[in-house]
């Protein structure tokens, strides 16, 4: 089975991207960072590497696509709470991300997203384990 996960996204600005999450409370890691991409710490084994789009090219024939004006993928983290998904959503858009649509309570699963500088879409979620027992179950 896979030991880590590192999530490639473009992006046009790596300073400023880098500035955007050190805001949201994040931290890189140095070894693998760089002038051309920075190491995004997610979790334990958790990372997200921003490429400037130079670099990122670099790694496919495919155009980069705008992820202000399409969506290329939808990332998607859990949460502790209810709370860390509010207060991450609202970190980002202090930091001039946006939040684009609206809270999502589904009862056992709440959630909510937001979109970076360079408009890739971030889905923060919080599920209550509790809430979603098998009904098959006697639990």
Not at 11 to 27: I, N, P, Q, T
Not at 93 to 111: I, K, L, N, S, T
Request: glycine share 8%; with cysteine; charged share 20%.
């Amino acid at each position: 089975m896979h030991q880590q996960i590192f999530v490639n996204l473009p992006v046009r600005d790596l300073a400023a991207s880098r500035a955007f999450f050190e805001a949201m409370g994040y931290r890189f890691n140095p070894q693998f960072s760089n002038e051309q991409g920075a190491c995004l710490v997610l979790g334990e084994q958790l990372f997200a590497m921003l490429l400037t789009h130079e670099f990122f090219q670099g790694f496919t024939a495919k155009p980069i696509v705008d992820a202000r004006q399409g969506t290329e993928l939808l990332l998607c983290l859990s949460c502790s709470s209810r709370a860390e998904v509010d207060a991450l959503v609202a970190k980002a858009v202090a930091a001039g991300g946006a939040a684009p649509r609206a809270p999502q309570d589904h009862g056992f699963m709440y959630a909510h997203g937001f979109e970076d500088l360079d408009g890739h879409i971030w889905e923060l979620c919080f599920m209550d384990v509790s809430a979603c027992a098998d009904p098959g179950s006697d639990a």
